[in-house]
């Protein structure tokens, strides 16, 4: 497979640095903070107004040199989006023009999007450069990032600075969302909208997530997860009933820590799946059904170490549904809600109510002939109106996507084609 773990990411390093660098988090439409390392001689520092689409604005960089050596720029996304993927190589629209005030002409990209830096060659002095930022007519709202580094030529550490600056765009900027996707072989993989070149969740463009997961019979996430690695931990049962927690590990992208051994017995369970946060403390919960069709509650504790209460009983005669899918809120009303498929392939609805104790009201139909999917997978908004996706996979490894509306009573539209090839996996959540 081309690019499964670092190629479609290492075009992209740039992002990861600059956004490392703005942790924090600068608010405004452009500003900078210097920032000398440890040792370092000299400064640099950044000015970094706005843009607005269809124009340009200068850019303002600043470097103090105790001796002479090489500046370079990079540009990234900020943590409040997504990083910039394979597919917006041609519609990110923003571009950087050349650099001036240096000695000699400096390298540039042109596209953001691409790793190479503005690179310029300093003498010792101070120096004062420009650069041009122009945004198309129909640039998307980009929060963008910039990272400046200058390396002294005797490989002494040099001076950072790290800038944003925001883009009033035409658009909201989508937030992208990872898939996991399990092969025969045990090997775990992230997919997601924007990462490949090709169609969105290209099954040839994942990133691994680890080869050891073929010894669980269930996987489920808790909440659907972002490509920053934001979301819903993943839940995992082994062949001996044994249930293990394994916890995203953060640093901006989809890792998993070290899983958590959360106890035996759970053998007793036909389903256990994610359910987003159905007790309205903004924490993951968990539920499974019973072999006598009894639904039981597992509300979460925010803490990897212990991830659950006691169970609870919230529901009998559940036997009846072949598949659950939670995590949504799929009726706008900032609670998470489920869906049920029965074994005649009816669709039904579970709206929650935000409360431990009886956390969906009645279930409502919302759809008849699904059982021609094997699998039914939480997503996120990827559409940047407000309302999550559904997506379903058919029994010719077709990856279909159900656009949300926020309507209770039509919560999806039309199913549109997201991806093919996709019956090469036995787990995808």
Known sequence: MRGILS??????????????????????????????????????????????????????VTVDAAEGGVLTLGFGTADDQRPWGMR????????????????????????????????????????????RVAASASVPSWHVVVDARFAPASGTPGPTAAGR?????????????????????GAVRAYSHYRGEGS?????????????????????????????????????RDASGVLWYHQLAGGGRTAFEAPVRVGSGWGVYRSIRGAGDLTGDARDDLIAVDGSGVLWLYPGTGDAARPFEARRQIGTGWSIYTSLTGGLDITGDRKADLIARDASGGLWLYRGTGVGT????????????????????????VTADGNPELLARDTAGVIWQYTGTGNAAAPFQARVKAASYWDAFDAIL
């Open 200 to 236: 969105p969740l290209d099954h040839e463009w994942g990133a691994d997530l680890g080869v050891n997961w073929g010894q669980y019979d269930r996987l489920t996430k808790l909440a659907p997860i972002d490509v920053r690695g934001r979301g819903g931990d993943v839940v995992a």
């Open 88 to 131: 917006d190589e041609w519609s990110i629209g923003l571009t950087v023009g050349a650099a001036d005030g240096a000695p000699q002409p400096c390298a540039y990209p042109g596209s953001l999007l691409l790793t190479e830096q503005v690179r310029c060659e300093l003498p010792a002095g101070t120096h004062t450069l420009t650069y």
């Open 7 to 60: 190629e479609g990411r290492r075009r992209l390093g740039v992002a990861g640095a600059a956004t490392a660098l703005l942790a924090t988090g600068l608010a405004g439409a452009g500003g900078a903070v210097a920032h000398a390392a440890e040792g370092a001689a000299g400064s640099v520092a950044l000015t970094t107004p706005g843009v607005a689409a269809g124009g340009q604005v200068t850019h303002t």
């Open 358 to 381: 009886a956390p969906f009201q009645a279930r409502a139909q919302i759809g008849t002939g699904w059982n021609i999917y094997d699998t039914l997978i939480a997503y996120g908004d």
């Open 165 to 185: 600056f925001d883009v009033a765009g035409v658009s909201a900027v989508p937030m992208d969302w990872d898939v996991l996707a399990r092969d025969r072989q």
